[in-house]
T-cell receptor
Framework: TQLLKQSPQFLSIQEGENLTVYCNSS?????LQWYRQEPGEGPVLLVT?????EVKKLKRLTFQFGDARKDSSLHITAAQPGDTGLYLC???????????FGKGTLLTVNP | NAGVTQTPKFQVLKTGQSMTLQCAQD?????MSWYRQDPGMGLRLIHY???????DQGEVPNGYNVSRSTTEDFPLRLLSAAPSQTSVYFC????????????????FGSGTRLTVV
């Protein structure tokens, strides 16, 4: 079983602050994805990273895949209340193509 | 563009009842899967399918059955509902490149909130 640990579990910040959430594993993944989930809805894909060391930017969000493809981080610059939600990382590995999810980081951005 | 459609959105069952959660996608995705989401447990894979006629078990398959007779539909059957199956259920689909094991992201439905009393 490939486990993904996300930290922190909860994060409450003020509008305008920066933050980083982490996704770590002892296993290697062929690709890693980040999702955001809002209450009452399904997760929505933000990004997929495939190459070790890869960095992708999505407006104020920066995603990084570790060189060894075992970990990833999500950095948000100047957080806004609209960034509030549950952030999930998910890794794809092994020969059976199953996506394994971390338990998520619940982010609250206060106005 | 409907994406992934799940029905019903809410359901209350009595212990021992059976029911089917419906999932349909209109994106011609090969891969479909069912997850359950519980507080503190994250999303756990129940069953998945890599194409019509092919299904396999995930992490928590007990008490659930699936079938995939068409590319579009992937229903989840609860055989005899138990309170432990109270959860939010998500169906997801994806296009998958089998040659490189690269998955370009899942599209999730909006979920079915199931309560078993």
């Amino acid at each position: 079983t490939q486990l993904l640990k996300q930290s922190p579990q909860f994060l409450s910040i003020q509008e305008g602050e920066n933050l980083t959430v982490y996704c770590n594993s002892s296993s290697v993944f062929s690709s890693l994805q980040w999702y955001r989930q809002e209450p009452g809805e399904g997760p929505v894909l933000l990004v997929t990273v495939v190459t070790g060391g890869e960095v992708k930017k999505l407006k104020r969000l920066t995603f990084q895949f570790g060189d060894a493809r075992k970990d990833s981080s999500l950095h948000i610059t100047a957080a806004q209340p609209g960034d509030t939600g549950l952030y999930l990382c998910a890794g794809l590995g092994g020969s059976n193509y199953k996506l394994t999810f971390g338990k998520g980081t619940l982010l609250t951005v206060n106005p | 563009n409907a994406g992934v459609t799940q029905t019903p959105k809410f359901q209350v069952l009595k212990t021992g009842q059976s029911m089917t959660l419906q999932c349909a996608q209109d994106m011609n995705h090969e891969y479909m899967s069912w997850y359950r989401q519980d507080p503190g447990m994250g999303l756990r894979l129940i069953h998945y399918s890599v194409g019509a006629g092919i299904t396999d078990q995930g992490e928590v398959p007990n008490g659930y059955n699936v079938s995939r007779s068409t590319t579009e539909d992937f229903p989840l059957r609860l055989l005899s509902a138990a309170p432990s199956q109270t959860s939010v259920y998500f169906c997801a689909s994806s296009h998958q490149r089998w040659d490189s094991q690269v998955n370009y992201g899942y599209t999730f439905g909006s979920g079915t909130r199931l309560t078993v009393v």
